[in-house]
């Protein structure tokens, strides 16, 4: 512990206010290594993975040893640091927030230890120190960011625990200002890209803030030099503190101020329901909003677009509320909210897909007019962001689902002969992934094994594998099987994570036809099947 001057400080004792001389310390709260992103190379998402010639593609600071005063008018409660020191021979980050937290250690020494009160006149306990606890549930997660500064702020309802004093983040890109809940500042640790904090025990909910500044990451792995960001499948933690396994959901929250002169970002206020830490996103840029028409069910569709790529966004959203119409009926109603659409990035010149960040979906620049592109992500609404897979081993549940419901809503607004030629460019993908080197398991066994990176689980093999075998079982079963237990699948399980078996279930008991036999030829073995029916 390294201690610091006396400050003046005014306690309240026995209800009274009461000038005081304090000591403020810093107290070291973890060993601090290195913050390493879990960083990998990866294609264009999120179509389908980049592939030459293919129409298609995967679609600061540090304190000085002085004490810091606030200037005149500013509460010291605001100030924070961040130093590092050396204990023991090892290095440590030092985290140090509020002032007065401190500072009221010294007034409860005034007082009776019994029934000792802060400044706002609650008792005082205490903050736990930081420990982890990745499992806590993350609830609700609010974000207010200034693009400007690059500095942003999260609120986060964790779920409730009375055995439990820590929760952990990923936030392997972000520079931690501060941490506290509504009775004041709490102790935090961060090391290796993950921050611990200390939660006192509560009946309800806990609510942490967290006050933090983030940067411009390489492509694909948080905010992106062009203004957008993507933080699939886990580099959420380059953005805000988060869990980026799909299982914990969250609802969010979502202001976004500081946009340069003449450029708006686009982005949802709110997703009301749980959905997975990639789901949120914003794109800043100089917009036009087009208007496309409202679905059945009273959604309003649009597409933003940059300048220049008017006649792309026209030609790729023709069919978009018709694609959206037919989803609502064969699926149910869309689950985030009133408005929806398509928004161009730039993800430069190579980069062809799409990522499902609904309800404003992104597709670059370069697929905007493409009408399969917009199909696929816009069918994410329902696969893999309404519903979204409890392991990434469940991936195909994504992909493979939403690749078939792709062609299914291509055949059907845009008629049969498109919808053979998206069939047969689905062949060519399948036989370029059979040829390839990665596994050909569309669906591993297990649950939290698989890196989806590494492991090389993203790709076509699990889009088009995945895409076949419900064909197949269509073939088995027609559509008027198939889509029942769809749509019954999506209103059990949305807002929640699933596993691929728990469709196979509802295939079963609202299709009367056990795939699973089916599902292990197509999707956990080597070798395509020769029948294009389920036995």
């Not at 597409?303 to 978009?320: F, M």
């Amino acid at each position: 512990m390294a201690s610091r001057p006396l400050k003046a400080v005014t306690c309240v004792i026995g209800g009274k206010a009461v000038d005081k001389k304090v000591k403020i310390s810093l107290i070291a709260h973890a060993p601090a290594r290195r913050c390493e992103s879990r960083a990998r190379a990866r294609p264009a998402r999120k179509g389908a993975p980049l592939r030459k010639n293919d129409r298609r593609g995967s679609g600061k600071f540090r304190a000085n040893a002085a004490l810091t005063c606030s200037p005149p008018g500013v509460d010291d409660r605001a100030l924070s640091w961040r130093r590092y020191m050396r204990i023991d021979g090892s290095a440590r980050l030092v985290g140090i927030t509020a002032l007065t937290a401190f500072a009221a250690l010294g007034c409860a020494q005034e007082g009776d230890q019994k029934g000792d009160t802060s400044s706002t006149g609650t008792p005082y306990e205490e903050p736990p120190e930081p420990s982890v606890d990745l499992g806590r549930n993350i609830q609700r997660t609010a974000l207010t960011v200034d693009l400007e500064t690059k500095t942003a702020t999260a609120v986060i309802d964790l779920a409730s625990s009375q055995m439990s004093t820590g929760a952990s983040f990923e936030a392997a890109g972000l520079e931690i200002v501060s941490v506290s809940n509504a009775q004041g500042p709490l102790k935090w640790a961060l090391a290796q890209g993950q921050l611990d904090i200390g939660v006192p025990k509560n009946l309800g909910s806990a609510t942490v803030t967290i006050e933090y500044t983030f940067k411009e990451q390489a492509q694909f792995q948080g905010l992106m030099a062009k203004g957008s960001t993507l933080v699939w499948p886990y580099f959420c933690g380059n953005l805000f503190p988060c869990h980026s396994d799909p299982a914990d959901g969250t609802t969010f929250e979502l202001t976004v101020t500081g946009a340069p002169a003449g450029m708006t970002t686009v982005h949802p206020v709110a997703i009301g329901i749980d959905a997975p830490s990639y789901q949120i996103a914003w794109a800043t840029g100089s917009y036009t909003k087009l208007d496309l028409g409202t679905t059945f069910q009273g959604v309003k569709v649009v597409a933003h677009y940059l300048p220049g790529g008017e006649a792309d966004a026209q030609k790729g959203t023709a069919a978009l509320l018709d694609v959206m119409n037919f989803y609502e009926q064969t699926l149910g109603g869309y689950p985030f909210g009133g408005e929806a659409g398509a928004v161009a990035v730039d993800w430069g010149p190579t980069a062809y897909g799409g990522m499902e960040h609904h309800p404003y979906w992104h597709v670059s620049t370069i697929a905007m007019g493409d009408p399969w592109i917009q199909a696929h992500e816009a069918a994410h609404g329902w696969f893999g962001g309404g519903v979204r897979p409890a392991c990434w081993e469940d991936f195909v549940l994504s992909e493979g689902t939403v690749s078939y419901l792709e062609a299914r809503a291509i055949a059907a607004v845009m008629g049969a002969d498109e919808g053979t030629k998206l069939w047969t460019h689905y062949q060519s993908r399948l036989n370029t992934a059979m040829a390839g080197a990665a596994s050909k398991i569309a669906w591993p066994e297990g649950c939290g094994e698989v890196d989806i990176l590494k492991d090389q689980l993203f790709g076509d093999i699990a889009y088009m594998k995945g895409a076949f075998f419900f064909r197949a079982l269509e073939a088995k079963i027609g559509t008027s099987k198939l889509d029942p237990s769809l749509k019954a699948f999506f209103l059990k399980y949305k807002g929640r994570a699933a596993r691929f078996s728990e469709l196979l279930d509802i295939v079963k008991s609202v299709g009367g036809y056990d795939a699973t036999a089916c599902a292990t030829a197509w999707l956990r073995s080597e070798a395509v099947p020769a029948e294009q029916v389920c036995p």
